[in-house]
């Protein structure tokens, strides 16, 4: 018999992983994942293409990188109120090997054993082994039925109640699943009002409703918020993994204090910056998924099936057949939808992402065929 192992830390050994069926996708019309659905800016795979053999042999290099996620949000907000973004410097972006790096180093770095994280249910479901890791407690406050309206009333006195303050606040806006937005004045409102707390927005799906913190932020009087951002939805780089942090400089520091030194890999740099100097390509596709889903949500009302759809490239459908039946009669002609099996408030619900107007009219006739 061989010898037992050592035991890891007693909140790994009681950790159930984040974990997503990621395998056998390719070749197949991908709406299970919220990914942007045609691929990224030709200016990305031809940079890819040009990277020189002797540089796969390289470290990394990021010099210019931040200067340039500065530049493209600057551009990407242009059309508004940019008054924050006149003031962001590069120091305050940090890089990483996509967001869910950067979720994983902000617990790393400001999420103690006992501490309280406060968020909202159901959420992306890394940010609680995230805080399990560390032998935090979570504290998730529900989404309010039928429509999954932001429980502000409640979230707010959990924020700021007797009880001492929560070390973490995440957000993530338009949240994933539900798309329920929340204006970002009341989110930099929550941020000043309560100092002690790191308030964390997950911005990933921001790009398809304009609801960023960013334009209106000061990172001088609010230093405890940090803003996450990624190139995986809209750009097409979920495949390299490429995500940031926005804040005070000295948050960022202090997230990037836990993460190696060479965690974002050349090839991720590379199209990085390609994509970042391809706006025009992004904000394409981004209107293209929005009358992509004005069309479908049109098919849904006609047909009476129930759904919901607020921000975000995605949207929930209750079908009338078991949902994982539909979603194995769906993936037996080449297409992948998402359960939320199990999820609070939306179980027996399948979570659809929005790709072309094309791709969804496949969908709806499959769909149609799925259910009926």
């Not at 992983?17 to 070749?27: D, K, N, Q, T, W």
């Not at 005070?248 to 970042?276: H, K, Q």
Request: net charge negative; aromatic share 8%; hydrophobic share 45%.
């Amino acid at each position: 018999m061989s010898p037992a192992f050592p035991p890891a830390r007693p909140e790994v050994e009681t950790l159930q992983a984040y974990s997503a069926p990621l395998e056998g996708r390719r070749g197949l019309l991908r709406l299970d994942f919220n990914e942007n659905t045609v691929g990224p800016s030709p200016r990305v795979v031809d940079a890819l293409r040009r990277i020189p053999a002797d540089h796969i042999a390289i470290y990394p290099e990021y010099d210019g990188l931040r200067e340039a996620v500065v530049a493209n949000l600057q551009v990407a907000d242009s059309h508004g109120d940019v008054e924050g973004l006149r003031t962001l410097e590069s120091e305050q972006i940090g890089l990483f090997n996509g967001v869910d790096a950067a979720i994983h180093a902000v617990f790393h770095a400001y999420g103690g054993c006992g501490e309280r994280l406060l968020t909202t249910s159901p959420t992306f479901g890394y940010y609680a082994p995230c805080a399990r890791m560390q032998g935090m407690e979570i504290e998730a406050i529900p989404y309010l039925l039928p429509d999954f309206r932001f429980p502000l009333d409640a979230l707010r006195e959990a924020l700021l109640g007797p009880d001492p303050p929560p070390r973490l606040l995440l957000l993530c806006n338009p949240n994933n699943p539900t798309g329920t937005r929340l204006a970002p004045e009341v989110i930099l409102e929550m941020a000043l009002d309560a100092p002690q707390t790191l308030v964390v927005v997950d911005e990933l799906y921001e790009a398809f409703t304009g609801d960023s913190v960013l334009p209106r932020v000061d990172f001088n009087a609010t230093p405890n918020l940090v803003v996450l951002r990624s190139l995986a939805k809209t750009a097409g780089l979920a495949g390299l993994r490429m995500g940031f942090a926005i804040g005070a400089a000295a948050v960022v520091d202090r997230i990037a204090r836990v993460t190696g030194p060479y965690d974002v890999n050349s090839f991720a740099v590379t199209a990085a910056l390609a994509a970042l100097d391809d706006q025009a390509y992004v904000d394409g596709y981004v209107q293209e998924v929005t009358r992509a889903r004005r069309w479908l949500i049109d098919q849904l009302l006609q047909a009476q099936v129930r759904h919901h759809a607020a921000g975000g490239n995605y949207l929930l459908i209750w079908p009338k057949r078991p949902p994982q039946e539909v979603v194995e009669t769906l993936r037996r002609v080449g297409i992948l939808v998402r359960s939320m099996a199990g999820k609070p408030l939306i179980h027996g619900a399948l979570r659809v992402s929005v790709g072309t107007t094309e791709q969804m009219q496949r969908f709806w006739t499959a769909y149609q065929q799925a259910d009926g």
